[in-house]
């Protein structure tokens, strides 16, 4: 190999190990940060040297001349610290912006540019004047002590500031981790400890085996398509046996002539391919579904590799907010896919700076609360039939949902009442509860991110929170991205895809198993009000032909539910995913492409997406309905307000229809049996009579049993309206989201 070769690869090796090492530093300084003045700091300290000696040697052999002597003054600033000395912060400081500089040099050198101008070399000044500031007496005078720490705390601060905005998308401190899984190695089974015998004597040695991450996912894509393709040979298993059996009927119809011999002779041979081509099949399909698992066992990783340099992320995040943090990680041992691991460390990123910027209170908040000073986060994953569910919680304060309901209102979004429901706001792009602008909070951009790329792995995220207990994120992500089952649906003259996992039911409906509740059709479930929506419409395709009985998919997202109704369901099968083009990658509502096993592709729509856009639409006519009356229709309407008896009156009247006004439902009652009516518009608190107890009476009577009765109403709980449909209402409207178009609408269909 000649010299420049040989450099290329000894700088290649160097920049693979300097990656691990980077992860090594942050881990073992952290913990040194909280240890320090303790026993185990010892071996902290002791760790750390043993780390930079390792990269000092690396980087003299590779040529990385400016990272060796880095490394060299980094020993001599932490030496002094292997006897249980304490050290001033911006010490610290220094150390992790010196981590950070390591970290960036070695992207610098991987893209081929120079380290001259380098954080690493304006660092290096710095370096050198703690380590003589180390090796003086431990009492230093006051005047060295402040050009000491002010020379340190500029710098040290800058470095790390630097550093954290240069990488705020890819984890400040976590850069070795993160970049070694994205573009340098992964573990394969080859790297598992093996005994080789030498001479006679058991030597148990390790051989590690590097894998590029980018080869193994091109070998998983290609296991992926060896499975559709043993399930398209069960497809042509079938089709031979098929017509095996096509041809037995042929030969018992020709049965006593010439030819049932030669058919007999053609059967049998078709017997035998079929019974061979099952057989290839079994076993490529065996084959296929070993390889798979073999090559997912090589891209996992335990859940703890994935949070690497979050801690990090939180000491930052705190130190700058002035206050005190710790992260906890549960269940760090789970293993999982390499790809799903890098698809999370974004959403966890922002979530873990959220709840130190957002959720912890200041220490002397939580002194004042009964709280330890150090605030808790805690990161768990665990794993739910084929999903995988990761929760990031603090104990800090919680959301405040009253400001989130302010924000909101500012910004024109409607304000649900119910407690979740507001909680979900802070997922609104823009919406932010804090006014005062940081590097790490204050634009609402944060949470709004995190669900968008949750929804991209189709997944979803979900919040709760106690007011001064805390908030609790979850996470809920399928456990592979690259396969999966699907639902096949036709609607709109299209074959489109959904996750399996995504779809609670599927359901028959009939019209009369559709009421209108706050002018949207709505599925009235044994257990839950479900909004009610046609696929065609949400996705803007030409409607399906009327029928009596629509078959409707169930779709849940986290603790939400709607109803798609679609022309056909299709099937349910395997299909591998592949991602979406860059023109189509923002396609609304469409997540992926699902290549199916006879080659067809067709679009994998996004449940979170398709559930949000289903519970937000206007009324549409999913039902063929009569042809329009006369004009002129009789409405009885009762509403103990005057005004807004007034106001409904006058919608009514201005749509031509004839409006008989009552100031309560005893009334109202009285006029209907006297004068008639086509429908009747009713409030609910009313006196006398509400409008439950008059829906009862309607329901109950032979004569009115089926008018349509629409409650108009300031209660919008769920209870409430559930109540309300239970007496009978065909629609229940809520004054709050109450429009003119709502009501005429609702009274269009409904007569």
């Keep these: 190999m000649d010299r420049d070769r040989l450099a290329q690869a000894l700088l290649a090796t160097f920049l693979e190990e300097l990656e691990g090492h980077v992860t090594s530093l942050n881990r073992d300084l952290l913990a040194l940060e909280r240890e320090q003045g303790t026993p185990p700091a010892t071996e902290r300290v002791s760790a750390l040297l043993r780390t930079l000696h390792s990269v000092k040697g690396a980087a003299r052999a590779a040529s990385a001349l400016l990272v060796e002597t880095a490394c060299h003054r980094l020993e001599e600033v932490l030496e002094p610290l292997r006897d249980r000395r304490t050290a001033p912060p911006e010490l610290y400081e220094l150390c992790f912006a010196a981590v950070d500089a390591l970290d960036d040099a070695g992207r610098r050198l991987a893209s081929r540019q120079e380290l001259t101008g380098s954080p690493l070399e304006l660092l290096l000044p710095d ?10 007496p431990a009492r230093p005078s006051a005047s060295e002590g402040s050009r000491a720490s002010g020379s340190v705390g500029d710098t040290g601060a800058g470095g790390a500031a630097s550093a954290h905005d240069g990488g705020a998308s890819r984890s400040p401190g976590a850069g070795g981790a993160d970049s070694t899984r994205d573009a340098g190695t992964s573990r394969a089974p080859g790297a598992e400890p093996s005994e080789l015998s030498s001479g006679g004597a058991g030597l148990e040695t390790t051989l590690p085996v590097r894998v590029s991450a980018q080869k193994l996912d091109a070998l998983l894509s290609r296991s992926g398509e060896l499975r559709v393709a043993a399930l398209r040979l069960e497809g042509r298993a079938e089709t031979l046996e098929a017509v095996r059996e096509e041809l037995s009927r042929v030969r018992d119809a020709v049965r006593g002539t010439d030819g049932e011999a030669a058919l007999r002779r053609a059967e049998t041979e078709l017997a035998r391919v079929a019974r061979e081509l099952a057989a290839d099949q079994r076993a490529l399909g065996g084959v296929a579904t070993g390889m798979d698992d073999e090559v997912r066992r090589a891209r996992t990783l335990p859940f703890v590799e994935g949070c690497s340099g979050l801690e990090r992320a939180a000491r930052d995040v705190a130190r700058s907010e002035g206050k005190k943090v710790r992260l906890e990680i549960q269940g760090g041992a789970l293993e999982l896919d390499r790809s799903l691991l890098q698809s999370l460390r974004e959403p966890m990123l922002h979530l873990v700076r959220n709840a130190v910027a957002h959720g912890l209170e200041s220490p002397e908040e939580r002194e004042r609360a009964g709280k330890p000073e150090e605030g808790l986060v805690t990161l768990s994953a665990r794993l739910r039939g084929s999903r995988v569910e990761v929760t990031v919680e603090d104990d800090g304060r919680g959301l405040d949902l ?38 790490v909070a204050g634009r609402g951009v944060g949470l709004d991110v995190v669900r968008t790329q949750v929804e991209t792995m189709r997944g979803t995220v979900e919040v709760a929170t106690q007011p001064g207990k805390g908030a609790r994120f979850t996470l809920d992500v399928p456990l592979t991205l690259s396969t999966l089952r699907v639902l096949l649906v ?96 923002r396609a609304r509502h469409v997540s992926a492409a699902a290549v199916l096993p006879d080659g067809r592709l067709s679009l994998l729509l996004n449940p979170a997406s398709l559930v949000r856009a289903a519970g937000g639409r206007p009324s549409t006519a999913l039902f063929p309905t009569p042809a329009a009356r006369a004009a002129r229709r009789r409405i009885l309407l009762a509403d103990d307000s005057p005004t807004t008896r007034a106001l409904e009156q006058s919608i009514l009247e201005g749509a031509g229809y004839d409006v008989v006004a009552c100031a309560d439902g005893a009334e109202a009652w009285e006029r209907l049996q006297t004068v008639g009516a086509e429908a009747l518009v009713l409030d609910v608190e009313m006196p006398r009579m509400d409008g439950i107890a008059l829906t009862e009476a309607v329901r ?20 409430d309206k559930a109540r309300g449909l239970q007496a009978g209402a065909s629609a229940y409207l809520v004054k709050s989201a109450f429009d003119p178009t709502s009501l005429l609408e609702t009274l269009r269909r409904l007569l």
């Excluded at 109950?700 to 209870?719: D, I, M, N, Q, W």
Aim: charged residues 25%.
């Design 700 to 719: 109950a009577s032979p004569r009115f049993s089926r008018l349509p009765v629409v409650l108009v109403t300031a209660r919008g709980k769920p209870e």
């Design 490 to 585: 036709s609607t709109g003259g299209q074959t489109l895809a959904l996750a399996s996992e995504g779809v609670a039911r599927l359901v028959r409906l009939a019209p009369e198993e559709v009421r209108d509740v706050e002018g949207r059709p709505t599925w009235v479930a044994e257990d839950a009000l479900v909004p009610l929506a046609s696929l065609s419409d949400v996705l803007g395709l030409p409607a399906g032909p009327p029928r009596q009985r629509r078959g409707a998919v169930v779709l849940a997202a986290g603790t939400a539910r709607a109803a798609l109704v679609v022309d056909e369901v299709l099937a349910e099968q395997e299909a591998l995913v592949r991602a979406l083009g860059p023109r189509v990658r």
């Design 127 to 136: 370096l050198e004047r703690a380590a003589l500031g180390a090796a003086a």
């Design 402 to 439: 009253q400001a989130l309901r302010t924000r909101a209102l500012e910004r024109g979004i409607e304000v649900p009442e119910d407690d979740a429901d507001a909680a979900r706001l802070a997922f609104h792009p823009g919406l932010s509860t804090t006014s005062r602008v940081t590097e």
